[in-house]
Nanobody, 116 residues
Framework: QVQVVESGGGLVQPGGSLRLSCAVSGSVFRITVMGWYRQYPGKQRELVASITSGGNTNYADSVKGRFTISRDNAKNTEYLQMDSLNPEDTAVYYC??????????WGQGTQVTVSS
């Protein structure tokens, strides 16, 4: 059984920072891509950032220069460092992982709220 556990969400003031973490455990069989999505109320999930096992990264235009994704392949763990947060970043953030046989795994979601 696969477990995907997220942590690090919360309330932060505009201009502040948060760091999200996600650990994938169980029989996942070689994770290739990991990433973060976010979802606004009534909207579909949108990609925030992704990273391959080789370290290639991809970011949504809205977070480039402010967010940094990283991962520890040995621990099947990924991180999202979010700096210069603004109220438009308020959403539920979901961890995502895909393995070599294209099975996808999702976290339970963590709320990020940017407000003064």
């Amino acid at each position: 059984q696969v477990q995907v556990v997220e942590s690090g969400g919360g309330l932060v003031q505009p201009g502040g920072s948060l760091r999200l973490s996600c650990a994938v455990s169980g029989s996942v069989f070689r994770i290739t891509v990991m990433g973060w999505y976010r979802q606004y109320p009534g909207k579909q999930r949108e990609l925030v950032a992704s990273i391959t096992s080789g370290g290639n990264t991809n970011y949504a235009d809205s977070v480039k220069g402010r967010f940094t994704i990283s991962r520890d392949n040995a621990k099947n763990t990924e991180y999202l460092q979010m700096d210069s947060l603004n109220p438009e970043d308020t959403a539920v953030y979901y961890c995502y992982a895909r393995n070599l046989v294209n099975s996808a795994y999702w976290g339970q979601g963590t709320q990020v709220t940017v407000s003064s």
